[in-house]
C-alpha cells in the first residue's frame, strides 16, 4: 500500500501544482489540496472505522461512491476524485501513505522543512522563535517546528528532520559518554 500510497500522492501532486501554476485563480491549489488532505487523515486516524466502511464488501461500489461525494461535498474535486479512486481501486489503505507523499512533495517544492523538537519542558516562544531562525539560517529553507515534550530528554533539544538527527540533548551527552566508556 506504501507504494500505492506514494504514487497517487505523487501524482496528485504533480497535478495540483501544474493546475495552480498554470491559471491565476488558484494559483495555492496545491496547498489548498494539502490542507484537505490533512484534515481528512486526521479525522481518518481519529476515527478509522469510516474509511473501513469504504472498503467494506457488503455495499457496492456505486454505494461507496455515493457516499464518499456526499461525505466529501465541499471538497475540491481533485480530492474527491482520488478518494474515488482509491476506493474503485479498493485501496483506502494507501490514503495515509498518499498524504505523507503528498506533503512531502509539497514541502519540497515550497523549500519548507518539518523538523520535529523534542524537549524536556514546553518551549517558550522566545526559544522556539530562536530555533526556528537558527535552522532556518542553517538548514536554509523555511521551517514548520513540530514540538513535544519528552521528560526523559532531561535537557537540552534533539531536532529530527528528514532522516537527520541532531541530539542535543542531556541525556544524549550521557548515551554517548556511556558508549565511550564501553569501549
Do not use: W
Amino acid at each position: 500500500m506504501r507504494e500505492t500510497g506514494t504514487i497517487y500522492g505523487n501524482s496528485l501532486f504533480s497535478l495540483a501544482s501544474e493546475e495552480g501554476s498554470s491559471t491565476l485563480i488558484d494559483s495555492k491549489l496545491d496547498a489548498l489540496i494539502k490542507e484537505q488532505l490533512e484534515a481528512i487523515e486526521a479525522v481518518r486516524e481519529e476515527a478509522g472505522d469510516f474509511f473501513s466502511m469504504l472498503d467494506a464488501p457488503q455495499l457496492s461500489t456505486e454505494e461507496k461512491l455515493g457516499i464518499a461525494d456526499a461525505v466529501f461535498e465541499g471538497c475540491h474535486p481533485y480530492v474527491v476524485n482520488t478518494v474515488k479512486l482509491l476506493v474503485e481501486k479498493r485501496s483506502l489503505a494507501a490514503f495515509g501513505y498518499l498524504v505523507k507523499a503528498y506533503v512531502k512533495a509539497y514541502n519540497k517544492a515550497h523549500n519548507i522543512a518539518v523538523v520535529t523538537a523534542v524537549t524536556a519542558v514546553e518551549l517558550s516562544s522566545e526559544a522556539e522563535a530562536s530555533l526556528t531562525a537558527k535552522l532556518r539560517a542553517r538548514l536554509g529553507k523555511e521551517i514548520v517546528l513540530k514540538k513535544k515534550v519528552d521528560p526523559s530528554v532531561i535537557g537540552g533539544v534533539t531536532l529530527r528532520t528528514d532522516g537527520l538527527l541532531i541530539d542535543g540533548s542531556v541525556r544524549g551527552k550521557l548515551e554517548d559518554i556511556k558508549k565511550e566508556i564501553v569501549r
